[in-house]
């Protein structure tokens, strides 16, 4: 099974900071590559699919990047609503799985 | 609007059987994939498997293999997903999400609700 390790697992940052996270695949995953944020007590949302394409009706502070086995999600300025825990998940073979979750929480 | 609603918590003895529902509307169903992902209390994301709701064709995680069955009923637009022999470490929330794969799983949106399934004597 490919595995999928985040870093960091948690953030502490302050409402306009830029943060970014980062997946890496144990072996090459091309771009197949989605991101999810996930709320508390919700289900998770997609936010990047295919390492950089933007869901529609997700703000355009997301961006996502990378290629082969290391990613970025980017928030470019944060906002009160984007504390949620954020998980990586590859599609280049199955079992798909997901990375560990990078949990943003408030400074 | 592109909605997917499982069925109500479960609460299950060990070696019992769960059978969970997911009803599809908003979107042509059969141009899809049904992901199920489920997710233990405090802890992260595990694909379970994934089910072709065009031709019905499956891919279940290995671990799973034996105890899975991922099913759909075109005609009310409804995804299943059975779990058998259900041991303790089966507690977790079950979500479906509708996969842009309608040939092989990718990428899930948007996601149900998700299902409680709780296992315990």
């Known amino acids: ?107 | 609007q592109v909605q997917l609603v499982q069925s109500g918590a479960e609460v299950k003895k060990p070696g019992a059987s769960v059978k969970v529902s997911c009803k599809a509307s908003g979107y042509t169903f059969t141009d899809y994939g049904v992901s199920w992902v489920r997710q233990a209390p405090g802890h992260g994301l595990e694909w379970l498997g994934w089910i072709s709701a065009h031709n019905g064709n499956t891919n279940y995680a290995q671990r799973l293999q034996g105890r899975l069955t991922m099913t759909t009923d075109t005609s009310t637009t409804t995804a299943y997903m059975e779990l058998r022999r259900l041991r303790s470490d089966d507690t977790a929330v079950y979500y479906c999400a509708r996969d842009i794969g309608s040939s092989w799983p990718n990428w899930f949106d948007p996601w149900g609700q998700g299902t409680l399934v709780t296992v315990s004597s």
């Open chain 1, 1 to 107: 099974d490919i595995q999928m390790t985040q870093s960091p697992s948690s953030l502490s940052a302050s409402v306009g900071d830029r943060v970014t996270i980062t997946c890496r695949a144990s072996q090459g995953i091309t771009s197949h590559l989605n991101w999810y944020q996930q709320r508390p007590g919700k289900a998770p949302k997609l936010l990047i699919y295919a390492a950089f394409s933007l869901q529609p009706g997700v703000p355009s502070r997301f961006s996502g990047s990378g290629s082969g086995t290391e990613f970025t999600l980017t928030i470019s300025s944060l906002q009160p609503e984007d504390f949620a825990t954020y998980y990586c998940q590859q599609a280049y073979t199955t079992p798909l799985t997901f990375g560990g979750g990078t949990k943003v929480e408030i400074k």
